[in-house]
């Protein structure tokens, strides 16, 4: 079965330090990985996602995120990390080898960046 | 929140009533979903819909219906057998799935339904 687990409900970090998110993943096929940020009351906005090439990818705000295959993980980090950072954070992997687009979600990780 | 809408910001519902949500986009998008968030649980998908005058059945469709009469819009209905209804609402939408690439969906900004 296709899963994702974001194992820390709540990450806390200083700002100005590096901070990481993590995300591991279960899939048949090629992962195709995303992360999501979500301000409170608001819907979801897309970060980045991995599909195929570099295991590193860039994404919005200064984001990036690291694909390791043997460690099945994609954990989102950024070198700096500023107050307005703190939000909830979602990893989500495609639903198997599906061409339908649908997304299994983790269950979010809390970001709190204090002054 | 990109060029996707939903009304109402909030909604509430007495038990035993019907409800629907909208959800419009101006994306040009053909793929639309809907999903529901509760607290600690991420966001769990309700219905889908890939093209007009087709959808399908996420993992909680019980307790909800939809249609797909037009590519823009995807109104969700909570009906009165959706026994625990109280919960945050997102709509998303997405160009569909070609070859190798595999499209971020865009979200609306959130339906926050309340039973009293």
């Known amino acids: 079965a296709q899963s994702v687990a974001q194992p820390e409900d709540q990450v806390n970090v200083a700002e100005g330090n590096p901070l990481t998110v993590k995300c591991t993943y279960s899939?048949?096929?090629?992962?195709?990985l995303f992360w999501y940020v979500q301000y409170p009351n608001r819907g979801l906005q897309f970060l980045l996602k991995?599909?195929?090439?570099?295991?590193l990818v860039k994404g919005s705000y200064g984001f990036e995120a690291e694909f390791n295959k043997s460690q099945t993980s994609f954990h989102l980090k950024k070198p700096s990390a500023l107050v307005s950072d703190s939000a909830l954070y979602f990893c989500?992997?495609?639903?198997?080898?599906?061409?339908?687009?649908?997304?299994?979600f983790g269950q979010g990780t809390t970001l709190q960046v204090k002054p | 929140d990109g060029g996707i809408t939903q009304s109402p910001k909030y909604l509430f519902r007495k038990e035993g009533q019907n409800v629907t949500l909208s959800c419009e986009q101006n994306?040009?998008?053909?793929?639309m979903y809907w999903y529901r968030q509760d607290p600690g649980q991420g966001l769990r998908l309700i219905y889908y819909?890939?093209?007009?005058?087709?959808?399908q059945k996420g993992d909680i469709a019980e307790g909800y219906s939809v249609s797909r009469e037009k590519k823009e819009s995807f109104p969700l209905t909570v009906t009165s057998a959706q026994k625990n209804p109280t919960a945050f609402y997102l709509c998303?939408?997405?160009?569909?799935?070609?070859?190798?690439?595999?499209?971020?969906?865009?979200f609306g900004p959130g339906t926050r339904l309340t039973v009293l």
């Open positions: 819909s890939q093209i007009v005058n087709d959808f």
């Open positions: 989500a992997v495609r639903a198997g080898s599906s061409n339908t687009g649908k997304l299994i």
């Open positions: 994306l040009n998008h053909d793929a």
């Open positions: 991995y599909i195929t090439g570099d295991n």
């Open positions: 899939v048949s096929g090629n992962p195709y």
């Open positions: 998303a939408s997405s160009f569909p799935v070609s070859g190798n690439r595999y499209n971020e969906q865009f």
